[in-house]
């Protein structure tokens, strides 16, 4: 078994973006308090910094536990997915820079209505996709092309270069 977190350095930067939110907001309704739509626009700002800080301080929390025979998230929710379960699996890489360098990847298990999502910010990450990777063989699990090239990517093996040659390959 392996455990995985989100470590402090990680959510750092997104700590320090949701408190400088949350100040830019408060002080709008600081410098204008009167004024409904100065109220309406730095509420509406406030709100949403203070939902993305919630969510990095449930991140913070979150657990992940990696066994042989399941991945299970433990934090504000237990979830349990049994890998011999998973049908259905989503690779996405969100770019930070128009090259393409610098960003993260979400990676989104899923077997019936049960879905565990991890971000490559997680220590582990790795371990996780190659695992992802596994069980999507086994199971022939639903994968889009766009997670194919993602997991081509992390140097992983897809199901179309995991899958044995047909009789016509094979003469060939």
């Known amino acids: 078994m392996s455990i995985h977190r989100y470590s402090l350095q990680n959510l750092l930067p997104d700590y320090l973006r949701g408190g400088a939110g949350l100040v ?32 990095t301080v449930a991140r913070q929390y979150t657990r992940i536990e990696m066994t042989d025979d399941a991945i299970i998230s433990g934090g504000t929710r237990r979830l349990t997915l049994h890998w011999s379960d998973l049908d259905h699996v989503k690779l996405r890489y969100y770019s930070t820079r128009r090259n393409r360098s610098g960003g993260w990847m979400t990676l989104k298990l899923a ?32 994968a889009d092309d ?3 090239a993602n997991l081509a990517a992390l140097g992983l093996t897809t199901p179309l270069q995991a899958m044995p ?3 016509a390959e094979a003469s060939r």
């Open 146 to 148: 766009i997670t194919l």
């Open 24 to 55: 830019i907001g408060a002080g709008g309704w600081l410098l204008a308090p009167g004024v409904l739509q100065v109220i309406i626009i730095f509420g509406g700002l406030t709100v949403l910094f203070l939902l993305f800080t919630m969510r």
């Open 165 to 167: 040659a047909g009789p």
């Open 111 to 142: 077997s019936g209505r049960t879905a565990i999502s991890v971000d490559s910010n997680i220590d582990g990450f790795d371990a996780i996709a190659a695992r992802a990777a596994r069980s999507m063989v086994e199971n022939r699990a639903a």
